[in-house]
């Protein structure tokens, strides 16, 4: 109680100064936490292809059957188109130099609680080939007819629970479906859908929030398809068997060009590792040099509040006071002033899943994530352990009567 | 109480050495009042800067109850600082921004009183030294001898058995001198020992016992 006491007493006569390091630190580290979102952002994404095992596939959008589904008037000529793909996709399965073909289709439109959702099909080999959706929560235990959402908007659904949905094509329908997980933040979406001559993660993957993820099974089409349309996005991933020369790969491809575009996914990879070095290169020296302005700014404040206060503390000296406790009261003080910009930063990470789903935070391919919080801690002790050493270093050695005396001169 | 056994205080300029203390040999008992004079640079000051353990020396013993202060790290001879002598300055060497209460409080909020106690001590102690009324001003709205009873006040808030005092009349007129040496009587005659160094022979009347030091050692 004495200690805190004392505590509080330093921070007597010198607020402003404190206040101006609070807003100053907050600052930094904010811009740090939102610099360190947008490497964040893509880097996920790049994880997720890395970690895949379609590195060597090849990226294809079916550009021909995108436009004739836009050309449709009626559902029935859609279904048609979408039945173009099947056979597109069971062509490519069936042979015999195709390992694997990975697509995604969603069924929609459905409601919850009347917001907005889709479902998301994955084939058996889509969850085989991205087995970093096992890591986000993409389990289906073995329920071929569960789902798994993800969302912030399913939070009050637990585990083993049911939920029901609305389907509204054309008609309203509801089902009840068996929940068997929850997606983790970001809520990545393996999707497939993007087109376009430069290709990177975010045709791949995507942090969606509004996605409940099914698997793709005969069962579950033939359900959905039923009470919804069940849709591709005209793209997919093919990956070739291993030892597949490279005149039957290129053929095939090729063949498939005449209706669309392809580009192998190193290079989709590449191009997001690309992006990850141009934004840690564009950010880096920005970063790096508001955090040193403010971990000096805090560094000279903490010396001069430190100076201003070296009589107080020769006097504590007299009164008993040792190094060791005089030590601690400036370290605890020291950490209370750089922990509220630390604090705030944290408790915006903490936050930011809530605030973007709120719409309260709508920046731009920016992912906040709690890796950043051991980045924060670790600038917080640094900066805090070289200005308390710095604030030792005059009184080191010296017997009381020596620093009284230096102060007084 | 106090015992010092050849105690020698160099201070090193360049190749030069230059002692402060030359070989400092005495003991003060227990309830002794003793003053301490010699002339200016004469090495005063520093044996009593040493005998609060404010000081460090280079050759010597330094008893205090029969503890070898020179063996002890910085915690434990803050602890006898705090538990053991109190001390008065010449200028005080009071906080002038925080109140006379907080300046009083200080040794205890070092101690190991429970913060509940502090302000009741720190008020008795205001009270024995005649400023009870002043407690609330900040130190620097108070007279040079109202800062010395404050002085006074904080040096005996933690009933110390020493009282080392340099100088405490430096500041003050012939009338408030007078005042805060017969306050320093009062507390040897409470039993606690009081070593007083001064230049002036008046003061030096108040005490018991008087040593003289002339360039480092004792005569």
Not at chain 1, 215 to 226: A, D, F, Q, S
Not at chain 1, 241 to 263: M, N, P, Q, Y
Not at chain 2, 20 to 37: H, P, T
Request: net charge negative.
């Amino acid at each position: 109680m004495n200690t805190i006491y004392l505590i509080m007493k330093f921070f007597k006569g010198i607020k402003i100064h404190v206040a101006f390091l609070i807003i100053m630190m907050t600052f930094s580290i904010f811009l740090g936490v939102i610099a360190y979102g947008t490497v964040k952002y893509i880097t996920i994404g790049r994880d997720f292809i890395d970690s895949s095992e379609v590195k060597e596939g090849y990226y294809y959008c079916d550009r021909a059957l995108y436009d004739e589904e836009s050309d449709c008037l009626y559902e029935d000529e859609v279904k048609e188109v979408y039945r173009k793909f099947d056979a597109q996709v069971e062509k490519l399965k069936n042979n015999e130099n195709v390992e694997k073909v990975l697509y995604t289709k969603t069924a929609n439109p459905l409601d919850y609680n009347e917001k907005s959702t889709n479902i998301i099909l994955y084939s058996e080999e889509l969850l085989e080939a991205f087995p970093e959706l096992k890591k986000y929560g993409v389990d289906f235990k073995e329920n071929e007819s569960a789902c798994i959402l993800g969302s912030r908007m399913f939070n009050q659904i637990s585990e083993g629970e049911k939920i029901e949905l609305t389907f509204y094509s054309p008609e309203k329908h509801t089902r009840t479906f068996d929940v068997v997980g929850h997606l983790d933040f970001p809520y990545p979406i393996i999707k497939i859908s993007g087109c376009g001559t430069y290709l990177d993660f975010s045709h791949i993957i995507e942090y969606s929030g509004y996605f409940i993820i099914m698997k793709e099974t005969e069962e579950n089409i033939r359900m959905l398809e039923e009470i919804a349309l069940v849709a591709p996005y005209y793209n997919m991933i093919i990956v070739f068997k291993d030892g597949v020369e490279s005149e039957v790969r290129e053929s095939i491809l090729s063949e498939l060009e005449d209706s669309g575009t392809w580009a192998p996914v190193s290079e989709v990879y590449d191009n997001t590792a690309a992006q990850i070095e141009n934004k840690i290169k564009e950010n880096t020296p920005r970063i790096f040099f508001l955090l040193c302005i403010s971990s000096i700014a805090f560094f000279s404040t903490s010396i001069l509040l430190i100076n201003k206060k070296n009589r107080e503390n020769s006097i504590y000296y007299l009164c008993g006071c040792s190094k060791r406790k005089n030590t601690l009261i400036v370290f605890i003080s020291l950490c209370m002033i750089s922990a509220v910009p630390v604090l705030l930063n944290i408790v915006f990470v903490k936050l930011w899943p809530y605030l973007q789903w709120k719409g309260l935070a709508n920046f731009d391919s920016i992912l906040i994530t709690g890796d950043v919080i051991p980045f924060i801690l670790m600038y917080f002790l640094i900066t805090v352990l070289i200005t308390v050493c710095a604030l030792l270093i005059p009184s080191a050695g010296r017997s009381p009567i020596v620093y009284l005396k230096g102060v007084e001169r | 109480m106090i015992k010092l056994e050849d105690v020698k205080k160099i201070y090193k300029m360049g190749t030069d050495k230059f002692y402060a203390l030359d070989g400092v040999s005495l003991e003060i008992n227990k309830g002794e009042f003793v003053s301490i004079q010699g002339a200016s640079g004469s090495g005063k000051t520093t044996l009593l800067n040493i005998m609060g353990c404010l000081d460090n020396f280079e050759e010597g013993s330094y008893y205090l109850d029969d503890v070898d202060i020179r063996r002890l790290n910085d915690s434990k001879k803050s602890k006898i600082r705090n538990k053991k002598i109190g001390f008065v300055f010449q200028d005080f060497a009071l906080i002038n921004s925080k109140s006379v209460l907080f300046n009083i409080m200080l040794p205890l909020l070092f101690s190991d009183v429970p913060f509940r106690k502090i302000k009741k001590l720190a008020a008795i102690a205001a009270e024995k030294v005649g400023i009870k009324d002043q407690v609330h001003k900040k130190a620097n709205q108070l007279s040079g001898g109202q800062r010395q009873r404050v002085a006074i006040a904080r040096a005996i808030v933690n009933d110390p058995e020493i009282i080392l005092a340099d100088e405490p009349t430096g500041a003050l007129d012939s009338k408030t001198s007078e005042q805060i040496m017969l306050l320093l009587k009062q507390l040897n005659e409470s039993g606690i020992t009081v070593i007083v160094v001064t230049h002036d022979d008046k003061v030096a009347g108040y005490c018991g016992r008087h040593l003289f030091i002339s360039d480092g050692k004792l005569v």
